[in-house]
């Protein structure tokens, strides 16, 4: 089950109402825009209502799927410095209850798919199927998207062997799929000559192909339509705005507009209703549902990639918290490590975990804890307990050279 929040998005206008002040007292009523009232937020506002919709407060979900479907997905990402990522975000929500064969197992079994690097569930790929039919992009193609799909086309051969080997011997890793690629293709990173990945990325964005389980680290590929449940897409428009609403409903708080993101979208559209944040520039869209609502905090280690502090800009404004992944950097130019920990304390996050699973030897290496604030002795305390629960959960044994 999931704590108070998973229901219906409401969805359309509302009138004006008036403002709901400190322990319900009722204030002045809330400017609007057309008939739709403007929510005036403080930061402490915006935080909670984003550390509600992340799962993240005392209320701990207790179901992975349930948390996921919530969510609306996980970041597949490999790096497993502490842990792979999609795992931390399920143990700070579930705690140590959770067991990452819990995740391997649900996609192995096709009730979550991973779509381009995303955990979401199976049902909602009927939310994505009209944008496949529409690839590369409706309407006029910017040239990016004319580039790739010249590119499918002068290769449409190679498209159909991999079909072929699919539909006699799938599912299959990449590397048993043929390479009759007749034009490269060409990039400065490491997809450089990678036809058959760069092939089997537009095929599932066509819609053709999809990821059947994974064999360790290697996905295993198959036809789409052996992995898709066949339930009729929902029409591409439709899908969009409830993507979106459902976006916000993880999010809580969010832009209705921002930059291109290349997992997952990071801003909203039309979603919810509008809402100033008290010294932060701009409008940005609300769930109403996370307003006004009771709030108890926990501490919590996040990954790096945690949905909460992904959008960078959303975390600067709203947490004032400023926090980079450093993997890319040089060792020497990195101010709290290679893959450090954000960690949330209430409703703010405080700082920062240096730590390392060095599996050979078996320890979770605490390097450094970088303070952001002045840690009272309760939340110095319940900071070691998640680092203590961290390595438990990892059995791992904890090196504490901070």
Same mark, same amino acid.
């Given at each position: 089950?999931?704590?108070?929040?998973?229901?219906?998005?409401?969805?359309?206008?509302?009138?004006?109402?008036?403002?709901?002040?400190?322990?319900?007292?009722?204030?002045?009523?809330?400017?609007?825009?057309?008939?739709?009232?403007?929510?005036?937020?403080?930061?402490?506002?915006?935080?909670?209502?984003?550390?509600?919709?992340?799962?993240?407060?005392?209320?701990?979900?207790?179901?992975?799927?349930?948390?996921?479907?919530?969510?609306?997905?996980?970041?597949?990402?490999?790096?497993?410095?502490?842990?792979?990522?999609?795992?931390?975000?399920?143990?700070?929500?579930?705690?140590?209850?959770?067991?990452?064969?819990?995740?391997?197992?649900?996609?192995?079994?096709?009730?979550?798919?991973?779509?381009?690097?995303?955990?979401?569930?199976?049902?909602?790929?009927?939310?994505?199927?009209?944008?496949?039919?529409?690839?590369?992009?409706?309407?006029?193609?910017?040239?990016?998207?004319?580039?790739?799909?010249?590119?499918?086309?002068?290769?449409?051969?190679?498209?159909?062997?991999?079909?072929?080997?699919?539909?006699?011997?799938?599912?299959?890793?990449?590397?048993?799929?043929?390479?009759?690629?007749?034009?490269?293709?060409?990039?400065?990173?490491?997809?450089?000559?990678?036809?058959?990945?760069?092939?089997?990325?537009?095929?599932?964005?066509?819609?053709?192909?999809?990821?059947?389980?994974?064999?360790?680290?290697?996905?295993?590929?198959?036809?789409?339509?052996?992995?898709?449940?066949?339930?009729?897409?929902?029409?591409?428009?439709?899908?969009?705005?409830?993507?979106?609403?459902?976006?916000?409903?993880?999010?809580?708080?969010?832009?209705?507009?921002?930059?291109?993101?290349?997992?997952?979208?990071?801003?909203?559209?039309?979603?919810?209703?509008? @809402?100033?944040?008290?010294?932060?520039? *701009?409008?940005? /869209? $609300? !769930?109403?549902?996370?307003? =006004?609502?009771? %709030? +108890?905090?926990?501490?919590?280690?996040?990954?790096?990639?945690?949905?909460?502090?992904?959008?960078?800009?959303?975390?600067?404004?709203?947490?004032?918290?400023?926090?980079?992944?450093?993997?890319?950097?040089?060792?020497?130019?990195?101010?709290?490590?290679?893959?450090?920990?954000?960690?949330?304390?209430?409703?703010?996050?405080?700082?920062?975990?240096? @730590?390392?699973?060095?599996?050979?030897? *078996?320890?979770? /290496? $605490? !390097?450094?804890?970088?303070? =952001?604030?002045? %840690? +009272?002795?309760?939340?110095?305390?319940?900071?070691?307990?998640?680092?203590?629960?961290?390595?438990?959960?990892?059995?791992?044994?904890?090196?504490?050279?901070?």
């Amino acid at each position: 089950m999931l704590p108070r929040g998973e229901g219906p998005v409401r969805i359309g206008p509302v009138g004006p109402r008036r403002g709901v002040g400190p322990c319900g007292t009722v204030s002045a009523p809330l400017p609007t825009v057309g008939a739709v009232a403007v929510h005036q937020l403080s930061r402490k506002d915006a935080r909670r209502v984003a550390v509600r919709a992340q799962l993240l407060t005392a209320t701990r979900p207790t179901d992975l799927f349930d948390a996921v479907r919530h969510l609306t997905m996980l970041q597949l990402d490999p790096t497993a410095a502490v842990a792979p990522s999609a795992h931390l975000v399920m143990w700070s929500r579930l705690g140590s209850s959770y067991s990452p064969s819990e995740l391997d197992d649900a996609i192995d079994e096709q009730s979550l798919i991973d779509l381009r690097g995303l955990a979401r569930p199976a049902d909602d790929m009927v939310l994505y199927r009209a944008e496949m039919v529409e690839w590369p992009g409706r309407g006029e193609l910017r040239d990016w998207q004319a580039d790739i799909r010249d590119w499918v086309d002068a290769n449409d051969a190679c498209r159909r062997d991999i079909l072929e080997r699919l539909r006699c011997d799938g599912p299959l890793p990449s590397s048993a799929l043929p390479d009759t690629c007749v034009l490269p293709w060409r990039s400065s990173g490491w997809t450089n000559n990678r036809n058959v990945v760069k092939m089997l990325d537009f095929m599932v964005q066509r819609g053709e192909v999809a990821v059947a389980g994974r064999d360790g680290r290697d996905r295993l590929w198959d036809l789409a339509s052996r992995v898709y449940p066949d339930d009729p897409a929902v029409p591409l428009d439709e899908a969009r705005r409830i993507r979106d609403e459902r976006r916000l409903r993880a999010l809580g708080i969010a832009r209705a507009r921002g930059p291109d993101c290349p997992a997952d979208r990071l801003d909203v559209g039309a979603a919810g209703e509008p @809402a100033e944040v008290e010294g932060v520039r *701009g409008t940005w /869209r $609300v !769930d109403p549902y996370w307003l =006004d609502q009771p %709030f +108890s905090g926990r501490t919590a280690l996040l990954s790096p990639l945690d949905r909460l502090v992904y959008d960078r800009k959303r975390m600067t404004e709203i947490f004032e918290f400023d926090y980079q992944l450093e993997m890319y950097k040089p060792a020497a130019k990195r101010r709290w490590g290679y893959y450090a920990l954000p960690i949330l304390s209430g409703d703010r996050l405080v700082g920062k975990v240096d @730590a390392t699973a060095d599996r050979r030897a *078996g320890v979770l /290496r $605490v !390097d450094a804890v970088h303070p =952001d604030v002045t %840690f +009272s002795k309760a939340m110095t305390a319940a900071i070691d307990r998640e680092i203590d629960d961290l390595a438990r959960w990892l059995e791992l044994d904890l090196d504490l050279a901070a």
